[in-house]
Structure formats: C-alpha cells, structure tokens
C-alpha cells in the first residue's frame, strides 16, 4: 500500500515563502516520477509541478515558473516545493502523487496519470 503524507502548509503574508514535504511508504520511491498539485476552493484540482524519477526533468505551470521549485530526495523517499514570493491566489491545498508506473513526458502535467495521492495541506496567502 503507498502512502504519501505532506506536511509544511500554513498562513504566510503575500511575498513570503513555505516549503511542502512529501513522504512516500510503501514502495520504491526512486523509480517513479512525483507531482504536486493543488485545489482552490471552488475550483478544480490543477497540476502545479512535476519531478521526473531521475530528478533530472521537473516540470511548472505557467504561474509558478520561476517563484515554485520542486526537488526530491530519494534516499529520505520524500519529494520537497519550495515555494517563494507567494502571492493570495497559490491560497489551495496542496497535494503530492505519485503514478503506478513510468510516465511519458506529456503525462507529468496530467492529473489522471497520478495514481497514488495524499491527504493534501492548507496553504493559505494573505494580501
């Protein structure tokens, strides 16, 4: 059974940092490519950033490019977003994925290639 656990939201004023931490039980952790994805109130779940299984690839939405960065450290099974200069719309929960198998490129960013999710962390932005 795969587990992931996040950890490391919380309120933070506009133009601050937070890093999320995800934990991931249950399996071979370095093999597989690991995401983060995020959902407003109201709104649907959106892809947020993706790290392939080397570490080497990693992959943005448009919105975060240069303010999010997403790493992972596969000796600790844990895949880590540093995010900087927040601004009141990153206000969702946070969520890390993991897929069942290898993905293509294309899939990084595609919610339905994700397959194991965790319970999500509040991260809240105010103005």
């Known amino acids: 059974q795969v587990q992931l656990v996040e950890s490391g939201g919380g309120l933070v004023q506009a133009g601050g940092s937070l890093r999320l931490s995800c934990v991931a039980s249950?399996?071979?952790?370095?093999?597989?490519?690991m995401g983060w994805f995020r959902q407003a109130p109201g709104k649907e779940r959106e892809f947020v950033a993706a790290?392939?299984?080397?570490?080497?690839?990693?992959y943005y939405t448009t919105s975060v490019k240069g303010r999010f960065t997403i790493s992972r450290d596969n000796a600790k099974n844990s895949t880590y977003l540093q995010m900087n200069s927040l601004k009141p719309e990153d206000t969702a929960v946070y969520y890390c994925?993991?897929?069942?198998?290898?993905?293509?490129?294309?899939?990084?960013?595609?919610?339905?290639?994700?397959?194991?999710w965790g319970q999500g962390t509040q991260v809240t932005v105010s103005s």
């Open positions: 994925a993991a897929p069942k198998g290898a993905l293509t490129t294309v899939q990084h960013i595609h919610i339905p290639a994700y397959d194991y």
């Open positions: 249950g399996r071979t952790f370095r093999s597989y490519a």
């Open positions: 790290i392939s299984w080397s570490g080497d690839t990693t």
